[in-house]
């Protein structure tokens, strides 16, 4: 496959042709944030935080594919502003309380926040009333805390072949569903992969809750997007 | 401190503000009733706030409680962590902890006792009790208000003020390696703790232990001498008999602040209630309802509600104990009994001298724990057969600390109700501001400095969380309402 050459920030990237920017970016050490991405799943474009400015025009990076002379603004002011307000309003649509959450030191959403800078968020909180389904055995679904990326939605169907989840309604009034009554009368296995999968704590596998010590979590250590950026995802 | 004239109602009635702020957690009003002849009927603890942690736990799985129950207070969280902890333990079985885990949640609570009470003797209490003492203030805490903080202990008293500072902050370095964070951690999970200790961490709280010691030795001698000193004024302040109630050692009665069964005595230490399975706590305590109060009055239910009320804490547990299995603060123990010839202590003002005596008595422990190998074991969890209802209690620095929730096969939790140790201290708190109130009112029906003064003081015995009972959002205060015989207000004082 031929190389395709642009910039990023200034700086000169290469990658394959019809590789999207993230993994390009990915491939050359350069951190694009996103939390509907996932490993192995067709790229999706829905929560928007991969949100780069690609010749002039906003694009997701996550679906946007490079080409020769393009010219990505990834790290610049305007940036960060607009990707800290689609976490903020991530942060105010749902019910999400760090302080107590099991997800804590785990929780992308979370550590995008801590990575951002954002300490509390400039908008009202929507207080929405949200249900929690702890019907099935070993899997929990708090809604409260979830921020609709569809990360479970395609997991199950793309990786699993299950299609536990899907989404319901438009707008402001979409949510997500499970295929069945409730969470116990659908396939999902606790060894399906995507039990793991959730970027925040909405899905979760039950009664393992705190026992990562508070100093030895994934993000205690370092922000994300520090790391290895090939396997950060979902730790 | 200002006065302002209020024109709500007919009359003057004047306003007082009182800065800076009251050195008592949380919000509480004290309302005192007057009869015709302006003799005090009744002195009320209001608890005006409401936070209500028992609905909103309900429907959130189980291994949450100890994590959320715990943001009930910044001061004590640890006791609601491990209370709740306790009670999940029974809900997976894992009650039998493995010797590490048990250790490292001991570990965590005599930190906590050793950090809470040095908050409350050094920050807290001192400021009433240090300035009476040098023949300036007309009783033994009667200094002027703005000598009346930690400010004015640090300046007058250096040494002391940085031994509190110091001796705090060692309590929550060992909540730290143990909880994980000084103030809300997650050290205790369902069936045991997702840490031990490391050698490191062992190390570096060792080398503090022998002046951690030798400081809680030298507050002994001054809570001692200040209380011998003082005895006449401080035997009858707010005081009264009473029951009393804690956990103790199951076989031994020992002094035992994780872990125990129930025992109560009366004034005159007849046993009440002979070390019942705090699992059974409903058989022993009832809950009574008044109109005025958010906070319940809780009461022995072989005595009922007019005699049944009881006191916990600090001078309830000395009283509750056959002995401390600590030396130094046993001897100490012996020491504070000698006062009453050994029998059981009613006298409020005393709840500073056995608080001070459970302060050595957590550095002993602490220093024995530290020495433990076990705590450096990788054993954590214990499961066993699950179970659906549950209570864990635990001896709290302000006292006895029940949880009771009931968690159903979905692992969600369908109940759960708290008594927490203010709570449980509802009725003698109001007993010692009525009775302080009648000795300093005398029959004339006004609030003056030394009112305001002497009914905190009380308060500030029994160490209260007034947050904590009933759970309160917003700023710490206190106002005292004078009420005449057909409930008119006749004078408001309001400290914020």
């Known amino acids: ?235 | 401190m200002t006065t302002t004239t209020s024109s709500a109602r007919p009359g003057p009635t004047r306003k007082i503000t009182i800065h800076p702020v009251t050195r008592v957690e949380g919000h509480g009003k004290v309302t005192i009733h007057l009869d015709a002849r302006n003799t005090v009927t009744e002195a009320r603890l209001h608890i005006v706030e409401f936070r209500g942690f028992e609905r909103f736990i309900l429907g959130r799985p189980y291994w949450e409680v100890p994590v959320i129950v715990q943001r009930l207070c910044g001061i004590c969280p640890v006791s609601h962590h491990l209370a709740a902890a306790k009670a999940m333990d029974r809900i997976v079985g894992g009650e039998q902890l493995t010797p590490t885990a048990e250790k490292m949640r001991r570990l965590m609570h005599y930190g906590q006792i050793f950090q809470s009470h040095a908050l409350h003797f050094f920050h807290l209490s001192s400021p009433d009790l240090l300035f009476g003492t040098d023949g300036t203030a007309r009783s033994a805490f009667g200094a002027p208000p703005a000598q009346r903080n930690i400010l004015a202990v640090a300046a007058r008293y250096p040494d002391l003020a940085r031994q509190g500072v110091m001796m705090r902050k060692f309590g929550q370095e060992v909540i730290r390696v143990t909880a994980g964070k000084k103030i809300h951690g997650t050290g205790a999970i369902p069936g045991g703790v997702n840490k031990n200790l490391s050698i490191a961490e062992r190390d570096a709280l060792l080398e503090d232990v022998p002046q951690m010691l030798e400081w809680s030795r030298r507050a002994v001698g001054i809570i001692r001498d200040f209380t011998m000193a003082h005895l006449d004024e401080l035997r009858p302040f707010g005081s009264f008999e009473s029951n009393h109630l804690s956990l103790v050692g199951q076989d031994d009665g020992a002094l035992d602040l994780y872990h125990g069964v129930l025992r109560a005595v009366d004034s005159q230490g007849q046993r009440i209630v002979n070390d019942v399975d705090y699992q059974r706590y409903l058989d022993v305590v009832g809950e009574e309802v008044r109109s005025w109060s958010y906070m319940k009055f809780p009461f022995l239910k072989s005595l009922g509600p007019k005699t049944g009320w009881y006191r916990v804490g600090p001078l309830a547990r000395l009283n509750t104990c056959a002995f401390i299995p600590s030396p130094e603060a046993e001897a100490a123990r012996q020491d504070f009994f000698a006062l009453t010839q050994e029998r059981p202590n009613n006298i409020t003002m005393c709840y500073h001298w056995a608080r001070i005596i459970e302060l050595l008595h957590a550095i002993e422990v602490i220093g024995g724990l530290l020495e433990d190998p076990d705590l450096q074991g990788d054993d954590l969890l214990a499961r066993g057969p699950r179970r659906e209802e549950t209570v864990g209690v635990v001896e709290a620095p302000r006292g006895t600390l029940f949880h009771h929730y009931r968690v159903n096969r979905n692992d969600e939790v369908t109940l759960c109700n708290l008594i927490v140790s203010t709570t449980n201290n509802n009725e003698p708190m109001n007993r010692a501001i009525t009775r302080v109130a009648r000795d300093v009112l005398g029959g004339r029906p006004e609030i003056s400095e030394g009112l305001l003064n002497h009914i905190e003081v009380a308060i500030r015995a029994y160490d209260p969380c007034l947050s904590c009972a009933t759970h309160a959002t917003g700023q710490m205060a206190l106002s005292v309402c004078l009420i005449g015989p057909n409930g008119e207000l006749l004078e408001q004082h309001a400290r914020h």
């Open chain 1, 1 to 235: 496959m031929s190389n395709v050459t642009f910039t990023i920030d200034g700086r000169e990237v290469s990658g394959r042709a019809g590789q999207t920017i993230l993994k390009a970016a990915e491939a050359s050490g350069i951190y694009i944030p996103r939390l509907c991405a996932y490993k192995n799943l067709v790229p999706h474009g829905s929560c928007r935080v991969c949100s780069v400015r690609v010749n002039g025009r906003i694009q997701a990076a996550c679906v946007q594919t490079i080409s020769d002379g393009m010219v990505v603004e990834n790290d610049s002011a305007e940036i960060r502003e607009f990707r800290t307000a689609i976490l903020d309003m991530l942060f105010v649509e749902g019910n999400h309380y760090c302080m107590f959450c099991e997800k804590s030191g785990l929780c992308e959403l979370q550590a995008l926040a801590y990575r951002f800078g954002i300490t509390a968020p400039q908008y009202p909180f929507l207080n929405p009333d949200r249900p929690v389904d702890l019907s099935h055995p070993d899997v929990y679904l708090d809604h409260n805390r979830c921020i609709l990326c569809g990360r479970c939605v395609r997991v199950s169907q793309e990786l699993d072949h299950k299609n536990v989840f899907q989404f319901v309604d438009r707008g402001y009034r979409k949510r997500l569903q499970v295929n069945g009554e409730a969470l116990a009368a659908t396939r999902l296995a606790v060894t399906d992969e995507v039990t793991a999968s959730c970027p925040t704590g909405a899905l979760m596998r039950k009664r393992v809750g705190y026992a990562v010590p508070i100093g030895q979590r994934p993000f205690d250590a370092q922000p994300i997007g520090a790391g290895n950026l090939q396997t950060e995802d979902s730790p």
